[in-house]
């Protein structure tokens, strides 16, 4: 006699342990409603400038439809190595050490299954972008989790990190400017830390998305630092700085063994990133600067809008001094990070993140996303003050 087919115990188990993302499942409700202002999701408000568009659209023109090499197209990655250079001060082969990826997120998800055993420990800062964690059990490595601090500016600590280190430990991650809290790293911290990765002989991940979104003080990768450069897989990307979000373009840079063991697995999975992306990428790293430049501008402006408004309505924020993320304290409130966006999504229709959707070190918080127009900001922070005073 047959059996019935069970779809849900055909699930591997470690797939099963994976959470759906907090941010989804909350947007999923914000797509349900209308006029909703939403300071939810990490995408920039900007159109992608017209050079960069216009270079996707002559890409086709010409017949531009091709697989590429898995690494990327040459030119790309020689821009990435001259640029990588000028504003990082490390020097990569665009031949054999940097690899062109669809997105941060795969660059990120294949660093962390190249170098990951079962039972190897990640350890990352909390709280942090959601999918960390989920690719470290994906790769079947155990997640180990390190809290930053609203009174640090959410910084990460190298005493923190020590506390962390096990045998098992086989890698940190760093994302710094940091969604969903700004935080940001001084030089004289990373060097503490990157003396700890060397002593504990760590692989380092650095995702630098934001880094280009840095609003007060230089930022410094700790790929530059002595004795780094062998030991980190820089990452990055054009979403954040180009709004380049729908390109699905990143890229990851590193030793040779390293980026090579990428490339074998993204060779199977993904092949290459589209030409066209690629193509537009090149653009926006050789010519878009100034956009870039002009973008960091309003989002500094906003930053400062919105963080002066929710001090001034009791919710405690710190000074973001990177990406486009504040996230301000709700502990006055009494509710759960989750309840407060939910109430303030149903009552006064403007949507932000629960703290909790980026660890349990963000319940307490809400991250207030400022890649929006200004002048909605301004009605959002007018409807959330006054949900506040309703509490």
């Known amino acids: 006699m047959a059996t019935s087919f069970n779809a849900h115990r055909a699930v591997a ?14 947007f999923d409700i914000v ?6 202002i939403s300071l939810g999701v990490g995408e920039p408000d900007f159109m992608t400038p017209w050079h960069i568009r216009e270079a996707a659209i002559y890409a086709l023109e010409r017949g531009k439809t091709s697989y590429t090499s898995n690494l990327g197209t040459p030119k790309l990655r020689e821009a990435i190595s001259r640029s990588i250079e000028k504003h990082f001060r490390v020097k990569y082969d665009p031949r054999c050490q940097i690899l062109i990826a669809v997105g941060v997120s795969e660059a990120m998800d294949l660093a962390i299954r190249a170098i990951t055993n079962p039972g190897d420990e990640i350890i990352y800062h909390e709280p942090c972008y959601v999918s960390y964690a989920p690719s470290i059990q994906l790769a ?3 997640p180990v989790a390190v809290a930053c601090k609203p009174e640090d500016g959410f910084s990460l600590t190298a005493a923190a990190i020590e506390k962390a280190i096990t045998p098992k430990s086989k890698a940190l991650i760093l994302n ?25 002989n760590l692989v380092v991940l650095t995702d630098e998305i934001y880094s280009e979104l840095t609003f007060e003080g230089g930022h410094v990768s700790i790929a530059s630092l002595p004795g780094m450069q ?3 897989i820089f990452l990055h990307g054009f979403s954040k700085a180009y709004a380049m979000t729908g390109f699905r373009i990143g890229y990851a840079c590193g030793p040779t063994e390293l980026i090579d063991a990428m490339m074998r697995i993204h060779q199977y999975s993904m092949l290459c990133a589209s030409i ?23 989002y500094q402006a906003r ?8 001090n001034e309505m009791g919710l405690a924020c710190h000074l973001p001094r990177g990406s486009f993320y504040a996230f301000p304290s709700i502990k006055s409130t009494g509710l759960s990070s989750k309840d407060f966006a939910v109430k303030l999504l149903e009552q006064e229709k403007v949507a932000c993140v629960p703290g909790v959707a980026f660890g349990p070190s963000g319940e307490g918080f809400v991250r207030c996303c400022f890649a929006t127009a200004l002048p909605q900001i301004e009605i959002a922070m007018e409807r959330m003050q006054r949900f506040v005073k309703r509490l």
Do not use: C, W
């Open 13 to 26: 188990d470690h797939v099963q342990a994976i959470p759906r993302s907090g941010i989804r499942d909350f």
């Open 31 to 36: 797509q349900s409603m209308k006029d909703v």
């Open 140 to 142: 079947l490595g155990k």
């Open 176 to 200: 710094f400017p940091t969604n969903p809290t700004g935080g940001t790293m001084t030089r004289d911290e990373l060097l503490k830390i990157a003396d700890v990765a060397v002593r504990a």
């Open 230 to 232: 062998e030991r980190t």
């Open 276 to 298: 066209i992306s690629q193509e537009a990428a090149l653009e926006a790293i050789e010519h878009g600067e100034p956009d870039t430049a002009a973008m960091r501008q309003q």
């Open 303 to 310: 930053r400062n809008y919105i963080v002066k408004a929710l």
